[in-house]
């Protein structure tokens, strides 16, 4: 079954700190992964994105996420984090002809 | 990329009455989707809204609860009926540009039922 696992539902580090949020996915085929963020009171946006080659991938804001076939993981890394990082994130498994899977996301606190 | 907008952004609602979402895209797309996302849960697809057909529902989704319309290659809406306290939840539509592999979402639409 297709399915996304974030194991930690909230993080908190302090501002400065580095960051490594974890996802692991189960997916039938070689799957699309993406990274999104959600701001308190908005919509999703889209941090960054891995379909094919160099399996370290980087994106807005200072993110960056690297694919382990081996491990079925798609961590996503910052290394030093803003007040303004504090937000949910959502890592998500699909491909471009089927719907996307979404994990249950894991909040980011901030400390100052 | 695409940019999304919805309406409204958000409303409160009476109990057995209906809500009608829109959602505009800023370029024509042929693949439109909405999502719930439930009181501190993740996303789950309600629907797939392809221009020119019929939508297709996910388990769990049927069409006279949820009812889709996709009249043309930038607009969509969906309609929840009969509201209960249980539909409380957040509403996003997103679209997937053709030629593109990645979906853009709306900022969501705020729903309470009273």
């Known amino acids: 079954a297709q399915s996304v696992t974030q194991p930690d539902i909230h993080i908190t580090v302090s501002e400065g700190a580095s960051l490594e949020l974890r996802c692991n996915y189960s997916y039938g085929a070689t799957p699309y992964l993406f990274w999104y963020v959600q701001s308190p009171g908005q919509g999703l946006q889209l941090l960054l994105k891995?379909?094919?080659?160099?399996?370290l991938v980087q994106g807005i804001k200072g993110f960056e996420a690297e694919f382990k076939r081996s491990q079925s993981s798609f961590n996503l890394r910052k290394p030093s984090v803003h007040w303004s990082d504090a937000a949910e994130y959502f890592c998500?498994?699909?491909?471009?002809?089927?719907?996307?899977?979404f994990g249950k996301g894991t909040r980011l606190h901030i400390l100052p | 990329s695409a940019v999304i907008s919805q309406k409204p952004s958000r409303d409160i609602c009476q109990r057995g009455t209906s809500l009608t979402i829109q959602c505009q895209v800023d370029?024509?797309?042929?693949?439109m989707f909405w999502y719930r996302q439930q009181p501190g849960q993740s996303l789950t697809l309600i629907a797939t809204?392809?221009?020119?057909?019929?939508?297709?529902?996910e388990s769990g989704f049927v069409i006279d609860k949820f009812p889709i319309s996709r009249p043309n290659l930038t607009f969509s809406t969906l309609t929840v009926s009969n509201l209960s306290p249980e539909d409380s939840s957040i509403y996003l539509c997103?679209?997937?540009?053709?030629?593109?592999?990645?979906?853009?979402f709306g900022p969501g639409t705020r729903l309470l039922v009273l």
């Open positions: 809204a392809n221009q020119g057909s019929e939508a297709t529902y």
């Open positions: 997103s679209a997937r540009p053709d030629y593109q592999d990645t979906q853009y």
């Open positions: 998500a498994v699909g491909n471009r002809d089927d719907k996307i899977i």
């Open positions: 891995y379909f094919s080659g160099d399996t």
């Open positions: 370029s024509q797309v042929t693949m």
